[in-house]
């Protein structure tokens, strides 16, 4: 039996990461702590946009393969126009050069209208990332996050009409968020066909209203278990859709993790979920066979991740008879199972 790995090939090109921390935020999100997560302090727009000019010039005085130009860390359409038009214009000018390939930016749903994307993609602005979180609104609400879910859906449906890149971003285990929620979430946003999403699993850093919560005892953040699973089976979700996700987990940067009180963290966090991802995809195969297997040819692509974090996934291949002596790997890009 032949078939494809289930993750869709990664093609971004490399992200050139421009932080405007707190930047156009109507307010603080109860859990959000840009400074911790961005490793930049909240500065002025000229501070920021002068740093970005030495930066690009810096990257690009000894050539360099094109990037992509990715504004994080506030939000990013509704700084004021002026702003805004001189981030894209200063990009713009070295995509004329060929150095860089695109540009992105993060921001929230109920910060995007269709005559503003026009404008913004007309200065080539190609891919809004939305911080959605979560489509549930008594979970928005308690996040402080300010508007609803027809928003957050309309908001989506304005990055398309634009016609533009969209990438949505799912934070689950916000307080009163459950796994049941989480699906929900998924199968909502995998509906809305965006290009890519990214799955962040709720934290609690330092100085933020969350961290009041958890200190007082009157928020629980998910274990790291419940989390991965729930990626995971989130993950299986969008590999059935097309999707790509592009990142799954706290970065863990320097400084990062020492702002983080509790929460479901772990540097290998990807790569857990999609151990536990691949072992349904790879079993339903087995079983079909409807007779122990032989040998598996696997492709090198998900070697790494194949029997789970630490091999805590053979056990799991083993009781369906996959055991370890009868998986190879070869460099074709599909799987053979004999
Ligand atoms: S979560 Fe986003 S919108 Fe909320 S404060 Fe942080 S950067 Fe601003």
Redesign the pocket.
């Known amino acids: 039996m032949i078939f494809s790995p289930p993750l869709p090939h990664d093609v971004s090109p490399r992200i050139l990461p421009v932080f405007t ?2 930047a ?6 109860l ?2 702590a ?1 400074q911790a997560q961005t490793g930049h302090a909240e500065q002025g727009l000229g501070i920021v946009f002068e740093q970005f000019e030495r930066d690009l010039e810096k990257r690009f005085a000894g050539g360099g393969s094109p990037v992509e130009l990715g504004f994080y ?3 990013f359409t509704a700084l004021p126009e002026q702003w805004i038009e001189r981030f894209l214009l200063l990009a713009a000018r070295y995509r004329e050069q060929g150095m860089v390939c695109g540009v992105r930016c ?1 921001t ?1 749903p109920d910060a995007v209208s269709l005559p503003l994307l026009e404008r913004l993609k007309a200065l080539g602005l190609d891919t809004v990332e939305l ?1 959605i ?1 979560t489509f549930d609104d008594a979970v928005l609400s308690k996040s402080l ?1 300010g508007y609803a879910k027809d928003v957050a859906i309309e908001g989506c449906r304005i990055v398309q009409d634009a016609g533009m890149t969209l990438g949505i971003q799912l934070l689950p285990g916000l307080p009163g968020h459950t796994t049941a929620m989480f699906r929900d979430d998924v199968a909502l946003a995998c509906s809305l066909e965006p290009a890519f999403m990214r799955l962040y699993p709720c934290v609690v850093f330092k100085g933020t209203g969350l961290a009041r919560l958890y200190e007082r005892g009157e928020y629980t953040p998910w274990s790291l278990g419940a989390a991965v699973d729930a990626c995971a089976e989130a993950l299986r979700q969008t590999w059935k859709h097309g999707i790509r996700v592009i990142r799954m987990g706290i970065a863990h940067d320097v400084g990062v993790t020492d702002q983080i009180l509790a929460g479901p963290m772990h540097p290998a966090f990807g790569s857990m979920v999609r151990g536990r991802a691949l072992v349904p995809y790879i079993l339903r195969r087995v079983d079909a066979l409807k007779r122990a297997p032989k040998l598996l040819m696997a492709p090198q692509s998900v070697r790494g991740e194949f029997w789970g974090y630490k091999g805590e996934c053979k056990s799991l291949y083993a009781a369906s008879g996959l055991t370890t002596d009868k998986v190879q790997w070869w460099n074709a890009p599909f799987f053979c199972l004999l």
Not at 24 to 29: Q, V, Y
Request: proline share 11%; charged share 15%; with cysteine.
């Open positions: 921390p707190f156009g935020c109507p307010n603080r999100c859990y959000c840009q860390g506030g939000t993060s929230r911080g979180q996050r």
